[in-house]
């Protein structure tokens, strides 16, 4: 087999093993209709010149209308390759370094050119995006440059199946990179790869994690024996622009290299982890780095040694800086063997316990992963604390985008919404001191320099024919390219684009769609847990309703229901103190019932079912309401679904329809489920009369 | 491999693979140390020949007391084998027929004799228990039958690993029978399967069904493909007395026959039937029959094709007539996609509203196997009405040895108590008519003929070395094997006889374990569920407590607790009318929450917190009190535990003290789930002031 970026000239089918998504030919084939010069041959230049010979065969016969392309990195660009007039505008025209491009337009003659190939690629993908039709016929000057460094997509995906499932909380089939315990690389499997590399270039994610954080005994090895086999996955990555990153495990140098220790301080420790990135850095074409998962969820750590987490990372970050490469660390660290007796331990605590004493210890090249959140990817939970307590460190905020905990990819969530609302939440709002978003952490290291901050991503993808096992779920991958890109950018909006893309609909009906999935976040919060309470899900698989299901467990997420109340007391004054993780202006709003937002409520504070919320109801006549409305939410979009699905392809029809059948059934059992266990708890019978079982 | 029972006179070791439970060499070669005759070559015969010769070696020189041994069944015996006084005692003693045994000892001179050369093994273990010193010094005249005609072990083990693991509900390691997807066939593997059916043959036990009920598709084949490694194991047991039963998938004449049906009446299906019952029959030796779980948890049955469960039990025992086998048709028929919301439906109904008016339809060698409650295997139940209402119909009924409700061999708790209480139960009491109690049920055909009734017992061994996980639970199979061959065994002396055997203990210590053991089911009830409610373990794995782990799911086992009281009404007048399965004794009874007893209160009442039981305790204050008490008495259990472990070989004492000590922690975490669940509900504090979280 020859990897993918060797194979220059050679024909293959778009999107050969799955769905184009949000790039189908009878869109991107119009890009390919003039005369095109590809300047270049470096592996990403010649992937696209190769895509674009691809799509003009698919296009058939080139335009005649006198228009001419050129695509090119700058240092490939020479006078005769342009004429006088785009000459003179890409003179005056700053092309950004990096992974920006530039695309201009004069005269019919058109130019797409980067300073680095990677630019190419998010080029084309802006292109496809903005120019349905086929190349500009009108003038263009348009720069743009990633407003992220670090624009990531996690796989759990582990190489054989086990107690977790090949994909780790995947919902759309097998892994697109691992089989039977081997790296793909049959060419069917690397022509899946292919195009996923191309669907997420096509956004700018720019690095990509092939194997699950909790990596197990044979994925252990991709570090040694399966080295060969992963540089051809590397290679399909990188000449998209797109590097590749692989979970270790943090004791590898026992397991693998057969020390005594994994002792981060230790100097053998040391010169393994050296001489292991050096040769996985040498065999795989981007290489980007590590990422661990270390004393988390009964991972082995620095702390078996009495060593700091940032002992720990820069060990990893020491051996990766030769190469360009980054370690991420992640910072979902709690004692999730605590003891539900316990009410001095906070979950909620524990990342900003752990690390934030530690900003300003870790190696430039190492960066902290924090989860949005405080607890894990809860449809409602505040934003984590510690993404504000890391000034000195490199960071990068932890989106989830496979559904784990949000319908598991049966139910439509679209999650850009809640993603937007995180990026644009300013941890120093209500006077806590100079505006700081998530998305201003996310794009310091763009804006200021010094250790690399992004987005990064647990992706939702799998061997499904389709992607993301819900077709709409594709839009879920979608947003989060785009917004790892900009976080800036309107979630609508991205909805819209992707509608636009991926199907062809009538205009009201792509209205109606992206009305659909713009709400579907808050009516699945509707349906489910409550007031930013989080968790009543079943144990272990963690789809359906089982409200005490985590409520004597070891994991520490509790709700602490009884017949008078419900909520976890998270206050300084009476709780367990979290409250005052956040900068002054946010601890003192959610320190007061009074002040706290009604959809984190129960997050922060312990209260009667008779509490009265900011809505003016009260909270156990809020859980009956929104339970209600939520099922009605769900009737009505599956109905409108119904009115869409005439205009789209058949499976995605019957895919989304059927999925939408499952929801309904599912949110109804939310709803009683729900409803009944507050009704028997409390005693409060519903305002309004409605059936509670 | 030469199958045993045609290895004579070759030596091997006494339990090879695994501990000896009641059978230790110091105790039973004390038999062999006299001149003995064994007459006979029968299978069971030359084994039995084959374990004296192999204790007399273990024994070391025979004794020169003039004692003289003969064993023999009835037709091998002649003149020239007995002394005149012996021979005059055996004219004048009536050998039972069947699978009885007489013992006679004149002066020094012993003879074990039976009809049939399976009760020289059951007498066997009768003078082992009985004589420990070794044979008898008095003259003895010692006659004895079993009570019951079927005394079946069930196994739920599976060819393979799966999501139930290899053995289903299994606490004691992998499959004696099966590994890797295939029976067993290696020496030291078919070495442990003649040590478990000595040990079980020294009960009483005359059948095993080697595979779970739940077939699936590698076990389908244990039909054909299997068939001649089967054979093998079948040898072994038939070896001993114990005949060889299948559980087969109902579906299999589809699945294995390549037929378009299963439909019982389907001339073809019982021509596929007989055709394979046939094949089994002859290829192994004492086969005895079917064991099938049919419309139940998803397994296909005669439903599907409109038929009945007699037509569908029937089609197979006419297969099965011929070699005078069985068909096994399990009653554990219910609604397992149940909708918590709908209050009508009634899972403890199930099983008689479905068999009891099928009562005579059946054919005189199908056998109704009926659980010993109405749910499943729940620490306390009411015992089965079923049971009493299958007067025209061959009835077992079935008991769960391994502990999947009761502690999962983790916790200790000892079972013969339970099943001595539902086997002395009569269904007919307070007026209901003749005595009719389940041991009456289950001696039925040795009393009176007709159809075979009996007890089977769901194992729990496996290949751990000490066949049952926790070493005590030993004596749960031991309870079994001795209740099923006489109902009327005071489970107390049969604890006194398992210590006896096993250990050798000071006299003080061994009345010690006796109660420790004795009290173990009331002290495991008395943490867990309370009030016969069950069902509060975690769904699943059905280990540890989850007050609402099975409240809305659709397995029909709900107890809805409000903040008012907690039960199930079940009564006539305003419940699910289950009552009134029981003739009128107990219906009236069981009806009034007054009469009903305090420890199947909430089985058949929903009733207030503040409930008075006839203890004069409330319920909630008895579910304080008891949860107290029940972790108290672990406490003690554990301590006494200490002072005998130093009498008890290594192995045993590490591997009880290590289960004391999880049994300890499971216990607190029952006592502080239930208390704080129904504090937080009731609102009502402990009248006694203690800590509840």
């Known amino acids: 087999m020859v990897p993918y970026g060797q194979q220059h000239g050679q024909g293959f089918p778009w999107f050969a093993g799955g769905e184009p998504c949000w790039l189908p030919a009878r869109r991107a084939a119009r890009l390919a209709t003039a005369p095109t010069t590809v300047l270049g041959d470096d592996p990403v230049t010649a992937t696209l010149r190769e895509d674009l010979q691809v799509l003009a065969a698919d296009a058939g016969a080139e335009t005649s209308d006198g228009r001419r392309l050129v695509v090119g990195a700058l240092a490939e660009l020479s006078a005769q390759h342009l004429g006088p007039v785009l000459a003179g505008a890409l003179a005056g025209t700053d092309v950004p370094a990096g992974e920006g491009f530039a695309v201009l337009a004069r005269g019919g003659e058109v130019l797409l050119t980067a300073a680095r190939p990677a630019g190419l690629r998010h080029g084309l993908g802006w292109l496809t995006r903005r120019f349905p039709g086929g190349w500009p016929d009108a003038d263009v000057t348009h720069v743009e440059e990633p407003r992220v460094d670090l624009r990531v997509l996690d796989h759990w995906d582990n190489m054989t199946d086990g107690p977790m499932g090949v994909v780790e909380r995947g919902y759309a089939g097998g892994s697109l990179f691992f089989a039977d315990g081997r790296v793909r690389t049959g060419a069917a499997d690397l022509a899946r790869v292919r195009d996923y590399a191309r669907l997420v270039s096509s956004l700018g994610v720019n690095a990509v994690c092939l194997n699950n954080v909790n990596v197990h005994a044979t994925e252990a090895h991709l570090l040694d024996e399966h080295l060969g086999d992963l540089a051809h996955l590397a290679a399909l990555l990188d000449a998209h622009g797109v590097r590749t990153l692989l979970s270790v495990d943090f004791s590898a140098p026992m397991s693998l290299g057969g020390l005594d220790t994994a002792d981060p301080l230790d100097e053998r420790v040391a010169a393994w982890w050296t001489g292991t990135t050096k040769r996985v850095a040498t065999s795989l074409p981007g290489f980007g780095g590590y990422v661990v998962k270390a004393d988390s969820e009964n991972r082995p750590g620095p702390h078996t040694y009495g060593r700091t987490h940032a002992d720990g990372a820069n060990v990893l970050a020491a051996a990766l800086d030769p190469f360009g490469a980054v370690v991420f660390w992640r910072c979902f660290v709690y004692d999730c063997h605590q003891d539900w007796r316990d009410r001095s331990t906070d979950r909620a605590r524990a990342a900003h316990d752990h690390f934030a004493p530690l900003d300003g210890e870790f190696a430039p090249n190492a960066v902290l992963q924090v989860k949005n959140g405080p607890m894990d990817f809860q449809v409602r939970e505040p934003v984590s604390p510690l993404l504000g307590a890391l000034p000195r460190t490199g960071v990068a905020v932890e989106f989830q985008i496979t559904q784990e905990y949000t319908g598991q990819q049966k139910h439509l969530c679209h999650l850009g919404t809640q993603w937007s609302e995180v990026l644009r939440f300013d941890l120093n709002a209500h006077g806590g001191g100079e505006p700081l978003r998530v998305a201003d952490v996310a794009t310091r290291s763009r804006r200021r320099g010094g250790s690399p901050t992004g987005v990064v991503g647990v992706a939702n993808v799998g061997t499904d024919a389709n992607w993301t096992g819900h077709a709409l779920a594709q839009a879920n991958l979608y947003a989060f390219g785009r917004l790892a890109w900009d976080p800036d950018l309107d979630p609508r909006e991205l909805l819209g684009e992707w509608v636009e893309q991926t199907f062809e609909l009538?205009?009201?009906?792509?209205?109606?769609?992206?009305?659909?999935?713009?709400?579907?976040?808050?009516?699945?919060?509707?349906?489910?847990?409550?007031?930013?309470?989080?968790?009543?899900?079943?144990?272990?698989?963690?789809?359906?309703?089982?409200?005490?299901?985590?409520?004597?467990?070891?994991?520490?997420?509790?709700?602490?229901?009884?017949?008078?109340?419900?909520?976890?007391?998270?206050?300084?004054?009476?709780?367990?103190?979290?409250?005052?993780?956040?900068?002054?202006?946010?601890?003192?709003?959610?320190?007061?019932?009074?002040?706290?937002?009604?959809?984190?409520?129960?997050?922060?504070?312990?209260?009667?079912?008779?509490?009265?919320?900011?809505?003016?109801?009260?909270?156990?006549?809020?859980?009956?309401?929104?339970?209600?409305?939520?099922?009605?939410?769900?009737?009505?979009?599956?109905?409108?679904?119904?009115?869409?699905?005439?205009?789209?392809?058949?499976?995605?029809?019957?895919?989304?329809?059927?999925?939408?059948?499952?929801?309904?059934?599912?949110?109804?059992?939310?709803?009683?489920?729900?409803?009944?266990?507050?009704?028997?708890?409390?005693?409060?019978?519903?305002?309004?009369?409605?059936?509670i079982h």
Chains 1, 2 share one sequence.
């Open 506 to 691: 009538p205009g009201d009906l792509a209205a109606d769609l992206v009305e659909v999935m713009a709400r579907s976040w808050s009516v699945y919060e509707s349906y489910t847990a409550p007031l930013g309470v989080g968790w009543m899900v079943r144990p272990g698989h963690h789809y359906g309703p089982d409200v005490d299901g985590y409520e004597y467990t070891p994991w520490g997420t509790y709700h602490f229901a009884d017949r008078d109340g419900i909520g976890v007391d998270r206050t300084v004054a009476t709780g367990t103190g979290y409250a005052a993780q956040y900068p002054p202006g946010w601890a003192g709003v959610y320190e007061d019932a009074a002040t706290c937002p009604d959809e984190l409520l129960l997050f922060f504070h312990h209260v009667p079912y008779t509490h009265e919320l900011s809505s003016g109801s009260t909270v156990v006549q809020h859980v009956y309401d929104t339970h209600f409305a939520g099922v009605e939410a769900v009737e009505s979009s599956a109905a409108t679904w119904e009115r869409i699905a005439a205009h789209v392809p058949g499976p995605v029809a019957r895919n989304v329809t059927e999925r939408f059948e499952e929801q309904l059934r599912s949110a109804r059992e939310w709803r009683d489920q729900i409803n009944t266990y507050f009704f028997r708890k409390s005693g409060v019978p519903d305002a309004a009369g409605r059936r």
